[in-house]
């Protein structure tokens, strides 16, 4: 009999199952496949390395101090951290899930690998544990609260009744790719390209030589878009080729995922004795994509409330509720709220608004200040912004209908 389960050993479980051992707590992380490799670009911001993983400044990924964005129309806005000494790290799916299991296992977390968490044991109609597939059969673990941070693909998720089976509209589609060949990018940058629909394609180096390249659909236009084709149009792209000079790459992997896509799904965060984590709550950034921070916020949070909960023997809803009220995760809700609001003005119109929003960026300083505060560092532009970018739409129009 353990104190916590945790289903899934990506960053919410690795981080949640840490809190948890660190605090003298029995924990078990049950996960399916630990030589997956997880489909994700590897973006980690400086946030995770100065906060919550400083171990991570030994390893050999490499670092970045600045990224191009590009909107549907090639307008490039240029910004460089360096100066502010927050480099952010590009890592490998792979090497980056293994190390954050051994800092859960050397905490004092047991991992069990090749186990595929799929139904809940219950006793009177209570939760007690879970049930897994293993190569060897089915396999039976028992604990007093049971966390759900088995991602996008999640059973338990939909077997708690807690939320439903995701909605193709409420998720992204993606798929990346890690390619070895010689390219002229600058190293210690990430490229992000803004499409006319709703969708974004990246480059983000790895090496001198490795690149993580991949792209994605979300929303309604999951729908409308083929992946393999965006993503075969993406790699075709005069503006994306030109970067790589050779005939030939080695395709060292390449796989596709889903990604919540609408932000925190805040009404199935949890239940008696149960929580729900990282990508399989919704812990995503609407208009990035990036989940790898929000996951592991989400996992200590869930982590440090079930600490308090076992110390109080009290393992109810009632009990888990402030991991929900959390001013972190309240902070996360409402910033990707936000988000997913921005997404809908910056898409309009075949992501018209971006492009001039772009244009505004490069003639004005004050405004580019106020578009980078707003992609690098979560802060609100003002209604005034919003307006200025409608006001140059018109006057775009204005022009066309006079020429
Ligand atoms: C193509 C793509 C690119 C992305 N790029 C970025 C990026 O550059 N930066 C960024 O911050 N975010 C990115 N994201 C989002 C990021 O990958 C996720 O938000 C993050 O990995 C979520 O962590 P998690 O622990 O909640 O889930 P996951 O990382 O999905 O981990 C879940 C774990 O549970 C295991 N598992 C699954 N089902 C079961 C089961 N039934 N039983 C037991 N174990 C199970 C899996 O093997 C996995 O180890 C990207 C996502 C996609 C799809």
């Given at each position: ?42 973006a ?18 490499l670092r970045i101090t600045g990224a ?19 480099d952010s790290l590009i ?97 210690n940058k990430m ?13 983000f180096p ?198």
């Amino acid at each position: 009999m353990y104190d916590v389960l945790i289903s899934g050993a990506g960053p919410s479980g690795n981080k949640c199952a840490e809190v948890l051992a660190r605090a003298g707590f029995k924990v078990a992380l049950l996960e399916r496949n630990c030589k997956w490799r997880k489909p994700c670009g590897g973006a980690v911001s400086a946030r995770i390395m100065q906060k919550y993983y400083p171990q991570l400044r030994k390893f050999n990924f490499l670092r970045i101090t600045g990224a191009s964005l590009f909107s549907a129309n090639y307008q490039e806005l240029e910004y460089n951290w360096g100066q502010r000494g927050t480099d952010s790290l590009i890592v490998d799916r792979l090497e980056f899930d293994n190390f954050l299991r051994k800092v859960a296992v050397d905490a004092g977390a047991t991992l069990h690998d090749n186990n595929y968490s799929f139904d809940f044991i219950y006793k009177e109609k209570k939760r007690i544990g879970v049930k897994t597939k293993t190569p060897s059969g089915t396999r039976e673990y028992r604990a007093k609260i049971i966390i759900i941070a088995d991602g996008m693909s999640s059973k338990l998720a939909m077997r708690s009744g807690l939320r439903g089976k995701w909605d193709r509209e409420e998720i992204g589609m993606a798929k990346c790719s890690i390619l070895e060949g010689p390219n002229i990018l600058d190293k210690n940058k990430m490229y992000l390209y803004f499409r006319a629909y709703k969708g974004y394609g990246w480059i983000f180096p790895q090496s001198k030589t490795r690149v993580n390249i991949g792209c994605g659909t979300f929303e309604e236009d999951n729908l409308r878009h083929d992946l393999n084709q965006i993503y075969t149009e993406f790699m075709n792209d005069p503006h994306v080729k030109h970067f790589f000079p050779a005939e030939n790459y080695k395709n060292i992997w390449s796989g596709a995922y889903p990604l919540p896509a609408r932000g925190v799904k805040e009404h199935c965060l949890y239940g008696d004795g149960l929580m729900i984590v990282g990508d399989a709550a919704g812990f995503v950034s609407p208009i990035s994509g990036e989940g790898i921070h929000a996951a592991i916020v989400s996992g200590q949070i869930a982590g440090e409330t079930a600490v308090q909960a076992l110390g109080a023997d009290d393992t109810s809803k009632k009990m888990l509720k402030s991991y929900k009220t959390h001013p972190n995760i309240k902070k996360i809700i409402r910033n990707f709220k936000l988000k997913h609001s921005m997404v809908e003005f910056f898409y309009e119109n075949k992501g018209i608004n971006l492009n001039s929003m772009f244009s505004l960026a490069e003639k004005d300083e004050d405004f580019r200040n106020q578009v980078i505060n707003m992609f690098f560092f979560n802060l609100t532009p003002s209604k005034e912004f919003f307006e200025r970018i409608r006001n140059f739409n018109q006057e775009i129009r204005d022009v066309f209908h006079e020429s």
